[in-house]
């Protein structure tokens, strides 16, 4: 029943191979011949994961441990590296406790894993690059939803204005401004919106410590790939 089966079967005792379908000889690149002929199903084994499998093989087979279910490495034929699934469990194999294994595999899902994390971690860097860019710029800079709240607030917005980096998210203008200047700001959002274009505004803008500052404000609508 195992042969043609998507997922590699073994059994073995003491680590010796008993049985394995074809699946396990298309995974390792060995023949089956090949497999049943080593002196230990460990010689598959990655070296980092030898030791580990070992004592999980003895634990389950002096019944110490159930069933379990674990990723590891192989090394195959060619000497490449593959990630498999394993499902063991004891079994009566001729009238004596013996291990079987059913393996899957999951080469292909830990390399995108891999991608995710390197690219995730680029992206982290590149966010902290481009804080620090725009924290040290000399301008105040920051970026809204379409609601007009504040999702990004660097140094100089808040030191001039109030505007805290982390205080800030989710609130809008009103917040951190006079309600008739407020009022002007969140049109003249509204406008670089819905026009889909820069709106540039030279005037005075209330500090945070009173008073005012002449500024020429760019107001520039971000678009996503959607539109």
């Not at 105040?140 to 379409?146: E, F, M, N, R």
Request: net charge negative; aromatic share 6%; proline share 3%.
């Amino acid at each position: 029943l195992t042969q043609g089966a998507l997922e590699g079967v073994i059994i073995h005792r003491d680590f010796k191979l008993l049985y394995v379908n074809e699946t396990v000889a298309e995974i390792s690149g060995y023949s089956v011949d090949e497999l049943l002929a080593m002196e230990s199903v460990l010689q598959l084994v990655a070296p980092a994961d030898k030791e580990r499998l070992a004592a999980l093989g003895d634990a389950r087979l002096s019944g110490e441990i159930g069933s379990t279910q674990y990723e590891q490495q192989w090394r195959k034929k060619d000497g490449s590296l593959i990630w498999l699934r394993n499902m063991a469990r004891q079994i009566d194999w001729d009238g004596q406790a013996a291990i079987q294994s059913v393996v899957v595999d999951i080469t292909a899902q830990k390399l995108l894993e891999v991608e995710m994390r390197e690219n995730e971690a680029r992206r982290s860097e590149n966010e902290a690059r481009l804080r620090t860019i725009l924290d040290n710029a000399p301008i105040a800079i920051y970026l809204k939803d379409i609601e007009g709240r504040f999702v990004f607030s660097n140094k100089q917005n808040a030191q001039w204005y109030g505007v805290d980096p982390v205080a800030a998210i989710g609130r809008g203008t009103k917040d951190y401004f006079p309600s008739d200047y407020a009022a002007i700001a969140v049109r003249r959002d509204r406008m670089a919106l819905d026009n889909r274009k820069t709106v540039i505004h030279e005037g005075d803008v209330p500090m945070r410590g009173g008073g005012t500052q002449h500024c020429l404000i760019h107001r520039v609508p971000l678009i996503d790939k959607d539109g």
